[in-house]
């Protein structure tokens, strides 16, 4: 048979070897468009910003609004909740990163690195485990050992700062990208 | 399915019909003529118990498609509106619902039973690593099919089910991000599972089919887990199985029809009567009972990608059993020694179970819960890969008897009457 070039497989085995590829790539271009629809269209991740007004949480409290679908925990801290989230040391947590938004990669876990304004804690209200939310804890009905909050679902325990203390969750709550327009309203986003 | 045929059509039509499509010929062959050890006992009795209640979850859930609504602003409606509005919607949704309970009952009775006769042993291994497969497919849809009410438990739920992909190295949030369409649980999530919960079954079916005719190959394992060895060891299935199976099920669906009538929110929970709310974690988020042994393995380990990973080993661990039991002798019944590590497994896995169902500080006898899920979950995994393989080789089994036959029968009667 013309072309036929000793081992290196005759015209025939070259077409056998080209149909076969082209046919995987054309059920993987089949298959693309199946598998994706199931991502988020552009709709959803076509995100908003909010607005928060903030001047009615009063300290020691917290407020949860909705935010991209996820709920956004406000809290006003005490000075003591301060306090005893400052006392920490960072090396000595579970996750030492800031997991601030607004912040590099990897910023340390400092109480300044999780609140821009001591006074104010915003969070995702995610639990970094499962995705439920946590419980907040107050003087009244505390939640965990660590002042913060303490998710039921799995038993994670997070400090006023919204850190991982104990507990199956890996990472500490995110910290959200967002700027105070005036000491009683927030943007997130 | 195998074998010989010993269909010997008798009309004309018959006839016609067997030299085209010999369905007729199928169906003699599996469900009339096939032999069958003479000695199943009651627990042999739920693989057709579990076939009536994937039929039952069909039906019902053909019927209540008609009515719901996949969407999160009116899914909860629409199943209150089954409940209240639509005619003998009560009945039709409480029989799903408790179907689906009645159905992994059944499939728990059906796997332990295969465990103590052993019946994953040589030559039925493909029999039941399909049947794991069949196990696994009926946790994701009855996954699927909770999330559908669209309550407080069926969102969170889904969101805890969901985050476990995220515990995956590098692609887990890309994964978890997949499965919602969207950056949460949300009406994107709701209309996909809708849709596989409507799929699931249908393969599950095609699945079963595989089961059976892989069970064809063999024949039944039996309570003395010895194999046929004559005529006179079977009888055929028909009439003599089909009447065991048909009493036994009529005493199943009389248990069925208890809960559907008398308790039917007793496998529920309350808080799957408020309309999911993704801001309120309710304060116990709790799987159906189903699932609790496996869900007491996750929350045991304080570590969120090795929780995940104990927890689908568990399952997985039962693809491997076939290989892992290096026992010549089948059934427990001649095993005195693997007899009791196996009930001890089956009392261990309702601890599990209670685990599960309790808070995650929750505490028995002064002992925290945890501790006694962490030692469970350590047996649960020692069973399967310490104690098969190990007492398969020490152990010495009881004599088995020469036939099933002689062991029913008496040795006077074994021999050949004829």
Redesign the interface.
């Known amino acids: 048979m013309a072309g036929t070039t000793g081992d290196a497989g005759t015209r025939r085995d070259f077409l056998y070897v080209a149909s076969g590829a082209m046919g995987a790539v054309g059920v993987a271009a089949v298959a693309w468009p199946l598998?994706d629809q199931?991502?988020?269209?552009a709709a959803?991740l076509a995100?908003g910003t909010s607005e928060i007004d903030i001047a009615s949480i009063q300290p020691g409290q917290q407020i949860?609004f909705?935010h991209?679908?996820?709920?956004l925990f406000v809290r006003r801290r005490t000075p003591a909740e301060i306090e005893s989230a400052r006392a920490v040391d960072v090396n000595s947590l579970p996750d030492p990163l800031a997991r601030n938004a607004a912040l590099p990669d990897n910023a340390p876990a400092t109480d300044a690195s999780r609140a821009a304004r001591p006074e104010w804690l915003v969070l995702i209200?995610?639990c970094?485990?499962?995705?439920?939310?946590?419980?907040v804890s107050t003087p009244q009905q505390p939640q965990g050992e660590y002042g913060g909050w303490l998710?039921?679902?799995?038993?994670s325990a997070y400090d006023t700062a919204g850190r991982i203390r104990k507990?199956?969750?890996?990472t500490n709550l995110a910290v959200p990208a967002y700027t105070f327009m005036s000491d009683t309203r927030i943007k997130v986003g | 399915m195998s074998g010989p045929s010993t269909y010997n059509p008798k009309s004309g039509i018959e006839k016609w019909i067997d030299s085209r499509l010999p369905l007729p010929r199928l169906m003699h062959d599996t469900m009339s003529t096939f032999p069958t050890p003479r000695n199943l006992n009651i627990w042999y009795t739920f693989g057709g118990i579990l076939t009536f209640c994937l039929a039952v979850q069909i039906v019902t859930g053909i019927v209540l498609a008609m009515h719901y609504v996949a969407s999160a602003n009116l899914a909860f409606g629409s199943v209150e509106a089954i409940m209240r509005d639509v005619n003998y919607g009560w009945l039709i949704r409480y029989v799903h619902a408790n179907g689906a309970s009645m159905f992994f009952l059944a499939v728990y009775i059906h796997m332990f039973r295969g465990l103590y006769y052993g019946s994953y042993k040589a030559p039925r291994e493909l029999i039941w690593i399909i049947g794991v497969l069949i196990y696994l497919l009926m946790t994701a849809t009855a996954f699927f099919g909770y999330v559908l009410p669209w309550g407080q438990m069926s969102f969170w739920g889904a969101t805890v089910i969901t985050n476990m992909f995220s515990a995956v190295p590098v692609v887990g949030q890309a994964i978890a991000t997949w499965l919602w369409g969207d950056f949460a649980v949300g009406d994107a999530t709701l209309n996909r599972f809708f849709s596989l919960h409507y799929l699931l079954p249908f393969i599950i079916a095609g699945v079963v089919g595989l089961h059976i005719w892989a069970l064809h190959v063999p024949g039944n394992n039996n309570p003395l887990g010895i194999d046929v060895k004559s005529p006179q060891d079977t009888l055929p299935f028909h009439p003599y199985y089909t009447v065991k199976d048909a009493f036994y099920l009529v005493c199943f669906v009389i248990l069925f029809a208890g809960f559907v009538f008398y308790e039917p929110d007793f496998f529920g929970n309350p808080d799957n009567y408020q309309p999911a709310n993704p801001l309120v974690t309710p304060p116990e988020i709790v799987p159906e009972w189903y699932l609790l042994p496996f869900y007491a393995m996750l929350r045991s380990v304080p570590d969120k990608l090795l929780g995940v990973i104990v927890m689908a080993g568990a399952i997985l661990t039962l693809v491997f059993i076939p290989w892992l039991d290096t026992s010549r002798v089948r059934s427990c019944r001649f095993r005195p020694l693997m007899k009791q590590f196996f009930w001890a497994f089956t009392v261990v896995c309702v601890i599990l179970g209670y685990c599960g169902a309790q808070s995650v500080e929750a505490t028995a006898f002064g002992i925290p819960l945890v501790w006694v899920a962490r030692i469970a979950t350590l047996y649960y995994f020692a069973y399967f890969w310490l104690i098969m393989p190990i007492v398969g080789l020490i152990e010495t089994p009881k004599k088995l008897p020469a036939s099933i036959a002689q062991s029913v029968l008496g040795d006077s009667a074994a021999k050949p009457a004829e």
């Open positions: 598998i199931m991502n988020p269209s959803a995100l949860v909705k991209r679908g996820l709920p209200g995610v970094t485990h499962l995705g439920c939310t946590p419980a998710c039921h679902c799995h038993g507990g199956p969750a890996p």
